[in-house]
C-alpha cells in the first residue's frame, strides 16, 4: 500500500477533521483513509458522461445535458 503524507493542513481542519474521527470512534487515520477511498471509487460527473457515450455510441457533454433538462422542463410547462 502506498503511503501519502500532507503537509499544512489548515488548524481549523484538522480540529474539525480529527472530532469526526472521534465521534466515528475511528483513529483520524482510518476516518481519512475511508474518506479517501469513497472520494476515489465514486466516479466524477465527467467519467460517467464518457462512460455513457461510449455505451450508447453518442456523445454527452454537460452542455448537452443541460439542454436536454432545459428542454424536457419546458415541455413540461417549466416545472
Known sequence: ????????????????????????????????????????RKPTLQEVLERVSRRSGGTLSLVDAARTVRTDREADGGL
Open 1 to 40: 500500500m502506498t503511503t501519502i503524507e500532507i503537509r499544512d493542513i489548515p488548524p481549523d481542519v484538522e480540529r474539525t477533521l480529527r472530532r469526526r474521527a472521534a465521534e466515528a470512534r475511528q483513529s483520524l487515520e482510518e476516518y481519512l483513509l475511508a474518506l479517501l477511498v469513497a472520494a476515489g
